[in-house]
């Protein structure tokens, strides 16, 4: 056997692998289905809010709930002292949404 033909068998295996992964994929999905609609149902008489994402800051805990200007609590260059700040983009538009302050200041004499 040719090691071109070898690596056409191991290739067309590892294409067929990931193909069945996603036929598993759907397969669970059908399947957790009613247990998704259940839990639905379930936070919707409970009235839950959302899910804590992290348990380290209070500003990624959640990202809708954080105040937008506590990671700078410290002062706005400190370094990010929980990694799960790196995790977690900013809200969309949140970088656009103040104005710029320096082009209002005077500069002191």
Do not use: W
Not at 58 to 86: C, I, K, M, N, W
């Amino acid at each position: 056997m040719r090691p071109a033909n070898l690596a056409l068998i191991v290739f067309a295996s590892a294409i067929g692998a990931f193909a069945l992964s996603f036929a598993d994929a759907a397969r669970l999905r059908a399947q957790s289905e009613s247990a998704s609609a259940e839990t639905a149902r379930l936070v919707e008489r409970l009235g839950l809010t959302d899910p804590a994402l992290f348990t380290e800051a209070r500003y990624t805990r959640h990202p809708t709930q954080a105040d937008l200007q506590s990671a700078f609590q410290d002062h706005p260059v400190a370094f990010e002292h929980f990694p799960t700040g790196s995790l977690v983009p900013p809200p969309a538009g949140i970088l656009n949404a103040y104005e710029n302050l320096d082009r209002k200041t005077a500069a002191p004499d």
